[in-house]
């Protein structure tokens, strides 16, 4: 490429690297780092995201991104150049529209925000944090401010985690999933045909849960070579180029699930990292091209296949032999609907595959009624409840296990919510064309071939990192925006099955 354009870019490999070298330290805190170096690490690493954020937000940094940008003008409108300089430029424009000051007090008001949250959870006590949560979302107002005009206060928010959606558009699809699905969910519960999922509940050695997740995950094709799995509280997955993309998970000694899925789950989104095209490496577009279409991926691995009959045809007896005492006796089918048990819960984290989308959409809906204002802060917990009433049937016995039990207002992650629903959306319309296109997928799958789908994945998904905004890269795909059509098809489908509807 031209020499513009090297200079552009050895710039931006700059801010990579810091970034990345923030992310191992990230890393290391939540893997092996003990205690004590809390307070250090704190440091480090508010120093290197400093350091790139100098980088990226001076005057020589915009000076090169505009050359470059005219020297890649003429290019292919979907060339890797043209597509990076956009990104970065779209990125520039969002780091440059907010003032540094706000930044810093921000930061000051979520770091305070989360200690509150952490106290008022485990005493159960909204009022702990109403005075920070009342401040955060204030300032993510004034956030949204500073990229006046726009069509609603949502969208500035929704975009940092979903580049391109609006507000208007997630709520109209919402409007079509949220009365099928509080349906669904209604007429299971009220089938009285309940799954029992008790053999999942017995003692499971943690060495060999360990030793499952991993087999299963390297035959759907994560590289360990280009990868790892270490232990943390919160499983996460995180990237230091596409040749480093590593993943944790929680083991639970009586509750067979956790890690299982856990992994499968951090697996889908570090298979989509390690399928990056090279020559988007040290680039912010070297990246998924949104949280939902992460999302999808991580999804579609753990419940599209990782919930699925044909993956269990495969992989059951290999479970079987490894758990005799447990599992020795449990037919397929039993094991199955355990695994694919629907019952309304309290906790997000733990809802499954029929309910989970009903606890995301009554925060988004939360959220944008504290954002316009017509939710007063302190009026959320009752808010809270009632929704729980209204789409679940369920009403949380106290804050702990209502409000305050996701850390995301605590940082300020207004707008992250939807992204969970969007990637099980967008998961089942992908799926849907991955049938069209493989139709022995079901037979590949239950012969422990995941080389048709993780082809397709990289070459239709992976490979493009974020060089397209995710709605446009799933028209491509699909031919079609966002709907939620075909995964209430798949909901319907298995589900009326399991539960004879
Ligand atoms: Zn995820």
Redesign the pocket.
């Known amino acids: 490429m031209g020499k513009h354009f090297d200079t552009f870019r050895e710039k931006v490999g700059v801010v990579f690297d810091l970034n990345a070298a923030s992310a191992v330290l990230d890393w290391d805190q939540q893997t092996y780092m003990p205690h004590g170096g809390a307070q250090g690490r704190a440091m480090q690493t508010s120093t290197l995201r400093r350091l790139a954020h100098e980088h990226f937000v001076s005057p020589e940094f915009e000076q090169a991104l505009g050359a470059a940008a005219d020297e890649v003008a003429k290019l292919d409108p979907d060339s890797d150049e043209v597509r990076i300089v956009r990104h970065v430029r779209r990125e520039f424009d969002k780091a440059t529209r907010v003032p540094s000051d706000w930044v810093g007090e921000f930061s000051r008001v979520t770091a305070l925000a989360q200690q509150s949250w952490e106290a008022a959870k485990a005493q159960s006590q909204f009022s702990l944090f109403e005075p920070d949560l009342t401040r955060v979302v204030q300032m993510r107002r004034e956030f949204a401010d500073f990229f006046a005009p726009y069509d609603h206060v949502y969208d500035p928010l929704i975009d940092d985690f979903e580049p391109g959606m609006k507000t208007t558009e997630v709520q109209a699809v919402f409007a079509q999933l949220r009365p099928a699905q509080v349906a669904l969910v209604r007429e299971i519960t009220e089938r009285g045909r309940p799954v029992d999922d008790s053999v999942l509940r017995l003692q499971y050695d943690e060495r060999k849960q360990w030793a499952f997740g991993e087999q299963v995950v390297r035959s759907f094709g994560y590289d360990f070579n280009r990868g790892r799995q270490d232990k943390s509280a919160h499983p996460f997955t995180t990237s230091f180029g596409q040749n480093d993309v590593r993943i944790t998970t929680r083991l639970v000694p009586d509750y067979l699930p956790t890690a299982m899925c856990g992994t499968m ?1 951090e697996a889908g ?1 570090a298979m989509y990292e390690q399928g990056l095209s090279p020559t988007l490496d040290r680039t912010p577009t070297a990246n998924g091209a949104s949280l939902g279409m ?2 999808s991926q ?1 999804r579609m691995w753990e419940n599209l296949v990782g919930r699925g009959r044909p993956f269990w045809q495969a992989f059951y007896p290999d479970l079987q032999q490894l758990f005799p005492e447990q599992l020795g006796k449990v037919d397929l089918e039993t094991f199955y609907r355990a695994i694919n048990k629907v019952e309304p819960s309290l906790i997000r984290t733990e809802a499954d595959e029929a309910t989970y989308n009903l606890h995301v959409m009554l925060r988004f809906e939360l959220e944008v009624a504290l954002m316009q204002g017509s939710l007063p802060v302190h009026d959320l917990p009752a808010a809270w409840n009632q929704k729980y009433q209204d789409y679940l049937g369920i009403t949380p016995p106290d804050d702990a296990r209502g409000v305050l039990q996701d850390i995301h207002w605590s940082f300020g992650g207004l707008g992250y919510f939807p992204t969970y629903t969007l990637g099980n959306l967008i998961a089942s319309q992908l799926w849907e064309k991955i049938r069209q296109d493989l139709p022995d997928l079901d037979r590949s799958i239950a012969a422990k071939d995941f080389q048709p789908l993780l082809g397709w994945l990289r070459t239709h998904i992976h490979q493009h990192g974020a060089k397209f905004e995710p709605m446009e890269l799933l028209e491509r795909i699909t031919g079609q925006r966002l709907t939620a059509e075909p995964y209430l098809a798949y909901l319907r489908t298995k589900f009326g099955e399991i539960y004879a509807l």
């Open positions: 789950h989104h992460h999302e991580s």
